[in-house]
């Protein structure tokens, strides 16, 4: 119970900081959350639940589980853990996976089109469902796994945003576990025995270059810890002069009215990171327990 309640608070105070530092939710907001029945989305769910519970700020949640055909896919287990939450819940059912396997040749990553048509059935449940907000279970291991991909394979310094506006402007995608470490989740998931489900979809296709990349960082991890850390922290402390695009220090130089090659100064350059930033959101203070101390 001791390592459950540590984790716990651990990761409310990792959602409260998000949720403050990016504005992800608001007084009247209804949250659909996605859950996918991972250990991810289920401790999402749980984290969401658990600050609507103690937070003055009060918003609405329903989850909902979109069942893409894989086969075996076990529904009704997930049904009754959702039930037994007591939150609001949706099951929905749309077969893309043979579509997935109808567009993707054998051998490629199938991830980007089942990611995508996923996304557009979870964009019109929201509308339909008359929610304002629409929350992921994505973490920071995600973004700094994303960070690396779009960098090594892509070219561009990219990666997750916290707080997502869709191009239609009909939806806006949040993610409040941005800064939560994946070990946590995980581990946090095993203390409540969540019903966790795998996606067999993608775990059949060993040569994801995510999971190259996932590799990479928990060798560099063992090597020196904070590297995880560190990369979070770079996603949030850019320095443009420092880069090589010639666009972003044209609009610099237009923000600043002056050369944007300029150095900055020392004190400002080694700001704080995001973990320094106070911890309170949805006025936390009034949480019993996110506030507290490991």
């Known amino acids: 119970m001791a390592e459950r309640d540590r984790l716990e608070r651990k990761l409310l105070r990792a ?22 029945g991972g250990k991810d989305s289920l401790t999402l769910l749980r984290v969401l639940q658990l600050l609507q519970a103690r937070s003055p700020v009060k918003f609405g949640l329903v989850a909902v589980n979109l069942d893409q055909g894989q086969p075996g896919f076990p529904a009704a287990l997930l049904r009754r853990h959702l039930e037994s939450t007591g939150v609001e819940h949706v099951m929905l059912r749309q077969d893309t996976y043979s579509i997935v396997r109808r567009l993707v040749p054998p051998g490629k990553t199938a991830c980007p089109v089942c990611s995508r048509l996923r996304r557009g059935i979870l964009y019109n449940a929201a509308v339909e469902l008359g929610c304002t907000r629409i929350a992921l279970g994505h973490h920071r291991d995600d973004l700094v796994e994303t960070l690396l991909l779009s960098a090594l394979y892509s070219g561009a310094l990219k990666s997750m945003p916290p707080k997502l506006h869709s191009a239609d402007g009909r939806n806006v995608v949040i993610r409040p576990l941005c800064y939560a470490a994946e070990e946590d989740i995980a581990a946090y998931a095993r203390e409540l025995a969540f019903p966790v489900i795998p996606c067999d979809l993608c775990g059949s296709q060993p040569q994801l270059r ?62 704080g990171c995001a973990e320094d930033a106070p911890v309170v959101p949805l006025n936390l203070a009034a949480v019993p327990g996110a506030g507290d101390s490991e």
């Open 210 to 271: 995510r999971r190259r990349v996932k590799e990479l960082l928990a060798e560099l991890a063992a090597e020196h810890p904070a590297v995880k850390g560190n990369l979070l922290h770079a996603l949030g402390k850019v320095v443009p002069t420092h880069l090589l695009d010639r666009d972003l220090l044209a609009r610099l130089g237009e923000a600043r009215g002056a050369d944007p090659w300029i150095e900055e100064d020392e004190g400002a350059a080694a700001g």
């Open 15 to 36: 959602a409260a900081r998000a949720i403050q530092d990016f504005d992800l939710i608001g007084a009247g907001d209804r949250i659909l959350v996605a859950v996918s």
